[in-house]
Nanobody, 127 residues
Framework: QVQLVESGGGLVQAGGSLRLSCAAS????????MAWFRQAPGKEREFVAA???????????DYADSVKGRFTISRDNSKNTVYLQMKSLKPEDTAVYYC?????????????????WGQGTQVTVSS
């Protein structure tokens, strides 16, 4: 089984930065896509960023338009950890951020494509 645990959330002023981490344990997931989603109160869970393997040496890093240029996703396979570096944070970035993963090839942008989920970490951006 795979367990995902997020950390790094907190309260930050607009324009500030945070770095989220998602540590994975359990069964190996070298083939898995790993992604970040977020959910604000009263809204659906939305895609933020994903790091995925397309086969061979092909890897993808994808971002929602709302965060492109501000957020960076990275993965350290040796540490079984995926990161989300968030810069120039805005109040509209306020949400619970969830780490997700699956064991299939290819990119994924919807919640139904992911099999494993972390507990979430709160990010609050004040204006």
């Amino acid at each position: 089984q795979v367990q995902l645990v997020e950390s790094g959330g907190g309260l930050v002023q607009a324009g500030g930065s945070l770095r989220l981490s998602c540590a994975a344990s359990g069964r190996t997931f070298s083939m898995y896509a790993m992604a970040w989603f977020r959910q604000a109160p009263g809204k659906e869970r939305e895609f933020v960023a994903a790091h995925s393997w397309g086969g061979g040496i092909v890897y993808y890093a994808d971002y929602a338009d709302s965060v492109k240029g501000r957020f960076t996703i990275s993965r350290d396979n040796s540490k079984n950890t995926v990161y989300l570096q968030m810069k120039s944070l805005k109040p509209e970035d306020t949400a619970v951020y969830y780490c997700a993963a699956h064991g299939r090839l290819g990119r994924g942008f919807t919640t139904t494509e992911y099999d494993y989920w972390g507990q979430g970490t709160q990010v609050t951006v004040s204006s």
